[in-house]
C-alpha cells in the first residue's frame, strides 16, 4: 500500500505524554496535546470479552491496581481500575480508556493516532484483526486514517487481513533477518525502529523500498538531530516536555 503522501506529523508523543503523566491514560494525552503534540502513539490489546483497551503490559501489576493477565479480564472488570495512582497522587482515579474512548478523543480533537498492536501473547492474530476492524469503523469518512503497528507481523496480518486499507508499519528493536522482505509482504508503508538502527544503510534500504522511516523512543536532542540529518520522517519521544512539535 502507498499513502497518497504522508499525513503525520513529525512528532509523536509516546503513549500519550512519555512519563509525565501515566502512560495510555486519557490524561496523558490531553498533557502531551497541552505541549503542542497532534499525534499520539499508544498500546492497545483486548479485553477477555473482546474489547479494546490500552495498556502496555500483558500483566496489570505496573500500572493499576489489578493483577494478573489484563486480556484475563472482561472489559466491566478492567474499566474499574485505577491506572494512575501507581504514577503519582495527582492522577489517583484515573482509569484505564478503552480504545473507543481515545479514538474519539482524537478525532474530536483532529489527533493523529500511532495504533500499536500490543496483543497478549497467544491472541497475536485476533488482536491484529478486532483492532484494526475497531479503527475502520471508528475513522470511517476521516482524511487521515491511524497508523497501525506492530512488533508481531501476525498482528500486522490480522491488521491487513481485516481491514486491508488501514497503514501498517513494523515495528524493529533488531534487524531480525527478513525484515524488510517481512515489512514489504505485509504491503507496510512504514518501519518504526529503534533509532540507534538508523543509517545511511538502513535508510537508503527503507527508503528505496517506499517506505517511511520512523523511530522510537527518542529522548536526546543529539539523537533527533541526528535522525533528521538522515532524512528520516518520524520521532516518537517521551520528551513532551523537551521537543517542540511546531518545529
Ligand atoms: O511504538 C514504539 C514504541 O512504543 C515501542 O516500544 O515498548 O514502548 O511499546 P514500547
Ligand atoms: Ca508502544
Request: with cysteine.
Amino acid at each position: 500500500m502507498t499513502l497518497p503522501s504522508w499525513p503525520y506529523p513529525r512528532w509523536v508523543a509516546h503513549r500519550g505524554a512519555g512519563k509525565l503523566a501515566p502512560e495510555n491514560t486519557l490524561a496523558a494525552f490531553r498533557l502531551g496535546a497541552s505541549h503542542g503534540f497532534r499525534m499520539f502513539e499508544c498500546d492497545v490489546k483486548l479485553s477477555a470479552d473482546g474489547v479494546p483497551f490500552l495498556m502496555h503490559d500483558a500483566t496489570l501489576e505496573r500500572t493499576t491496581n489489578g493483577t494478573g493477565l489484563g486480556g484475563d479480564q472482561p472489559w466491566g472488570a478492567l474499566a474499574q481500575l485505577d491506572a494512575g495512582s501507581w504514577h503519582s497522587r495527582a492522577y489517583a482515579g484515573e482509569p484505564l480508556p478503552s480504545f473507543e474512548n481515545i479514538a474519539h478523543y482524537c478525532l474530536r480533537n483532529g489527533h493523529a493516532l500511532n495504533i500499536e498492536i500490543k496483543p497478549t501473547p497467544g491472541v497475536e492474530e485476533h488482536t491484529g484483526r478486532v483492532v484494526a476492524d475497531h479503527a475502520a469503523r471508528l475513522w470511517q469518512g476521516q482524511a487521515v486514517p491511524p497508523l497501525l503497528t506492530s512488533f508481531r507481523p501476525e498482528s500486522l496480518a490480522g491488521a491487513q487481513a481485516a481491514q486491508p486499507q488501514l497503514p501498517r508499519g513494523l515495528l524493529l528493536d533488531t534487524l531480525w533477518k527478513g525484515w524488510l522482505e517481512t515489512a514489504l509482504s505485509l504491503d507496510c508503508v512504514a518501519l518504526v525502529c529503534n533509532h540507534a538502527l538508523w543509517d545511511t544503510s538502513t535508510v537508503t534500504q527503507a527508503q528505496a523500498a517506499g517506505l517511511r522511516t520512523l523511530s522510537y523512543t527518542v529522548n536526546d536532542e543529539w539523537a533527533a538531530e541526528r535522525l533528521i540529518a538522515l532524512g528520516t520522517d518520524g520521532i516518537i519521544t517521551d520528551r513532551v516536555d523537551l521537543f517542540s512539535p511546531m518545529a
